[in-house]
Each structure stands twice: as structure tokens, then as C-alpha cells.
């Protein structure tokens, strides 16, 4: 897998990138990742990215130009026009980090997974022109709903978030596969709590973990998960599970916030 990431502050990457999983996903060669700065591509000698929106309002928006040239310099061809578009090859996302996305999940991560290459905008100011949006990103990804000063923490976050589904970047595969988001659940209609569950399907969240001490100023680790019974001690964690994502994030089952 090959991350490319295009941003006006190539050295913030220098930390978040060096650490943990993605750091030993590099060294192990399961991912390459080049970060690529965009003010390489500007003509003028103040190297201007971004320009005045038409029709007006508050701060300044990343012009198309650059964006267009530095994707197509990773690319290696040209993305085309109006009248002949060309798209990236199937195994390629073009992704502009952007509060105006889609809604970055774990669905999301495992289908990047499975691609060759991301490039990854990383968006600044007021926004981006919509022309990057619609002709040139295959994908406009937010990771939640709220404003950040620029796309280079989520691009950071898109980056981690992918790398450690991959085959070998994470010591213990099965650690992805029980963990929040993972395990895809099929309910039928339950009135057994204050917010009965509709029949459908959704992601639950991970279950409570607890270590030693097994009693810690007075809160004690459940007498299931020390008793040894091994099934006991899966269906304690699925009913937790539940009761987690009830508690947590109700919308996860479609009854909302």
C-alpha cells in the first residue's frame, strides 16, 4: 500500500507517522508513505496556494492549479478536462480531506484497505474549489462532525486507520477483528430495555476489558471474566457489547442520538 499525502506543511507528518503501528508497517515495507508539498507547484515568488473566493465571503480557499498538477505528478499522466476526463486506475482513491465529506468509518477503512495506492488532499483555509471536489478527489472524506484548522490531522487519521488492517501490520490479526466497529450484528426487535432495538443489522461497539489489580479502590472485575468459564465469558462481553453501544451511540442501531 502507497499513501501520498499533499499538504502545505509537509514536516507536520514528521511526528504522527514515526510512531507505533504505522512506523513499523514502513520499516517492514507494508506501506510506503511520501508526503508531497503542494507549494512546489504554485508559479509566483510568494508561492500562493489560495485565492479569494468568487461572490465573496470570509477567508480564502485553495485555488485548483496546484492541487490538479501535484495529484497529476503522482499520478503520472493527466487527469484530463471537462471534455475528456480521465479517472485513476481502479485501485487508486484520490481523497480531499474536507468537513464537507462523507463520514469517515470502519467500512470505509477496510475498503481503502484493499486498494494499491490513496493520495490524500489535505485541505486548508476557508475550503477547497469545488472543481478538486468534483473532478479531481474520488472520494470527499470528513472524519467527524466538526471543523479542523486543516486536513492533516484526518489525513493522519485516514493513514492509521488503514495501515493497520493491512495482512502484517498488526502483531495479532485477530486484535481487528474484536474491536469496536468490527463485528457486524443481526438483531430482531427487543422491548427488554428503556430503548428497544428495531430488527436490523449494525456495528457494535468493543466490549469492557479489565486487568489486575482484579479490585481497585473498591471496584471489583467482574466475577464471570475470573470464574474461567470461557462461555460465560463471551456472552458476558456480547451483552456488554450491546449495552456499550446502547449507552454510547444509539444512532449505531437507528434509534438516533
Not at 31 to 39: A, E, K, N, S
Not at 224 to 242: P, S, T, Y
Request: proline share 6%.
Amino acid at each position: 500500500m502507497r499513501f501520498e499525502l499533499i499538504t502545505i506543511f509537509p514536516e507536520f507528518f514528521a511526528g504522527p507517522l514515526d510512531h507505533g503501528i504505522v512506523r513499523r508497517a514502513k520499516e517492514a515495507g507494508i506501506v510506503q508513505i511520501h508526503v508531497q508539498d503542494l507549494r512546489e507547484f504554485t508559479k509566483d515568488r510568494h508561492r500562493t496556494v489560495d485565492d479569494r473566493p468568487f461572490g465573496g465571503g470570509e477567508g480564502m480557499v485553495l485555488k485548483p492549479e496546484p492541487l490538479f498538477e501535484a495529484v497529476e505528478k503522482l499520478l503520472g499522466h493527466s487527469v484530463g478536462d471537462a471534455v475528456e476526463p480521465r479517472r485513476p486506475e481502479p485501485r487508486t482513491a484520490i481523497l480531499l480531506m474536507s468537513a464537507a465529506g462523507k463520514l469517515f468509518t470502519q467500512e470505509t477503512a477496510r475498503r481503502y484497505a484493499k486498494l494499491e495506492r490513496v493520495i490524500v488532499i489535505c485541505g486548508r483555509y476557508e475550503g477547497v474549489d469545488e472543481r478538486v471536489a468534483g473532478h479531481l478527489a474520488t472520494d470527499e472524506v470528513c472524519v467527524g462532525d466538526y471543523v479542523l484548522s486543516g486536513g492533516e490531522l484526518p489525513a493522519a487519521i485516514v493513514v492509521d486507520a488503514v495501515t493497520r488492517l493491512l495482512p502484517g501490520a498488526v502483531g495479532n490479526e485477530a486484535s481487528t477483528q474484536n474491536e469496536s466497529f468490527s463485528e457486524l450484528v443481526e438483531t430482531e426487535s427487543s422491548s427488554e430495555t428503556r430503548h428497544p432495538l428495531p430488527a436490523n443489522r449494525f456495528r457494535l461497539l468493543d466490549f469492557p476489558h479489565y486487568t489486575r489489580p482484579a479490585e481497585f479502590r473498591g471496584w471489583k472485575v467482574p466475577e464471570v471474566l475470573i470464574g474461567g468459564n470461557h462461555a460465560e465469558v463471551a456472552k458476558w462481553r456480547r451483552e456488554q457489547a450491546l449495552a456499550k453501544t446502547r449507552r454510547n451511540r444509539l444512532e449505531l442501531v437507528g434509534l438516533g442520538a
